[in-house]
């Protein structure tokens, strides 16, 4: 690490980052003897570049985006670690009030769930290319991330190619709902609290949870370089402690209140505490109409071992990337994703029991086998297909 036990680390205005933010603020960072620096970040982009170039030491940072860059897709290949995960699931598909109306007429008045919601959504897509109307748009926070895999999942179960069938454009968190509000999009995936921004702004109507699309996505990471981790690991499992132990005290009941207050200030998330409270304890407001549900994973910060990387995971968040043409097969490469998640650096800090691990989950879809990624990836009708070699 560059600066010893000084840090500078980058985070977007996520309730995801809670576990970082509240390590700093409450002071487990400093108990670790560490002083760090929080730095908000407009775009998943920004902060992926200066975490590479050094500019920051560790990083708030989307899974796959780590992964990715590891392996050297989209960007120059820069070997990330990610000791400690900082958030599993958060995310929500969010429409407009005029989409959602329409697949619901679509739909003959039920959204059941998402395969029903999928179904609806390809006549949807259908009926208006026959009309000759725009494809449809959604935002999505990254190509390598989460949102952009919940999105395609969900809409390729509903027979629709999502590099064919409509649009996906990549906007930042913050963003979303201003897009909304233009007319820029249909609707979008994104953590929270932006699908609640955009409710209580009508103008949108939250669909599914993302734990609806997956059961267990392995959402937002710490990510560090590589080689800093490997030139002095020791601030690395000071700071891996003052995040377990935050999260921790985000996710106590009697804690809700002081932590939505430490994310509603302007210089972290910036939202409105009460709306911030409401994504933590899993519990959002759908519509205009106040109608509501409730998911106990909607976001899990700390529970069911949470913080503790699976390389298990990596490997399913590779085999998305290579459905989606955005890799190539190698086992090398496989080894490459998994080797991201350092569970090794994490036992080490913390030293905990290692919980059973839980399955990503998919509502549709084959079984996943990281050691079978052909046959895996063979399954699905929509999407690119490998071979063993």
């Not at 329409?102 to 949807?124: H, I, K, N, Q, V």
């Not at 919980?355 to 052909?374: N, T």
Request: aromatic fraction near 8%; proline fraction near 6%.
């Amino acid at each position: 690490m560059t600066g010893g036990s000084k840090l500078r680390i980058g985070f977007m205005p996520l309730v995801d980052a809670a576990a970082l933010i509240v390590a700093v603020d409450k002071g487990f960072a400093e108990a670790e003897g560490l002083e760090v620096e929080l730095v908000r970040e407009a775009s998943w982009s920004n902060i992926r570049d200066k975490l590479a170039i050094g500019h920051f030491d560790a990083a708030h940072l989307l899974t796959p985006m780590a992964i990715a860059s590891t392996l050297g897709l989209g960007h120059v290949k820069i070997p990330f670690v990610a000791p400690v995960n900082l958030a599993t699931n958060g995310n929500a598909i969010t429409l407009s009030p005029a989409l959602f109306e329409a697949l619901r007429e679509t739909a003959g008045g039920r959204l059941d769930g998402p395969a029903s919601s999928a179904r609806a959504l390809g006549a949807l897509v259908r009926r208006r290319e026959a009309e000759g109307l725009e494809p449809l748009t959604f935002g999505m926070t990254f190509p390598f991330s989460t949102h952009n895999y919940q999105l395609r999942y969900w809409m390729a179960e509903g027979g629709i190619n999502p590099d064919c069938d409509l649009r996906l454009v990549v906007l930042p968190p913050p963003f979303m709902v201003e897009s909304l509000r233009a007319g820029h999009v249909d609707g979008f995936c994104v953590g929270a609290p932006w699908n609640s921004v955009a409710v209580d702004a009508d103008l949108g109507v939250i669909l599914h949870f993302g734990c609806e699309i997956f059961a267990r996505a392995p959402e937002k990471v710490l990510a560090l370089r590589r080689s800093s981790v490997e030139d002095d690991p020791q601030p690395v499992l000071a700071l891996v402690r003052a995040v377990v132990a935050a999260a921790s005290f985000v996710e106590a009941a009697e804690a809700r209140e002081e932590v939505a207050s430490i994310l509603a200030r302007e210089d972290r998330v910036g939202v409105d505490a009460a709306l911030i409270a409401r994504s933590l304890e899993g519990r959002l407001i759908l519509n205009a109409a106040g109608d509501q549900r409730q998911a106990e994973d909607y976001l899990v910060i700390r529970r069911q071992g949470a913080c503790r990387p699976r390389a298990e995971h990596a490997a399913w968040l590779y085999a998305q990337m290579l459905r989606w043409d955005q890799a190539r097969y190698s086992l090398d490469a496989l080894s490459a994703a998994q080797g991201v998640m350092r569970a090794d650096l994490y036992d080490s800090a913390i030293g905990e029991e290692p919980a059973p691990s839980a399955p990503i989950g998919a509502f549709a879809g084959p079984r996943f086998e990281a050691d079978s990624l052909p046959s895996y990836l063979g399954a699905f009708p929509i999407g690119q297909k490998i071979s063993e070699r």
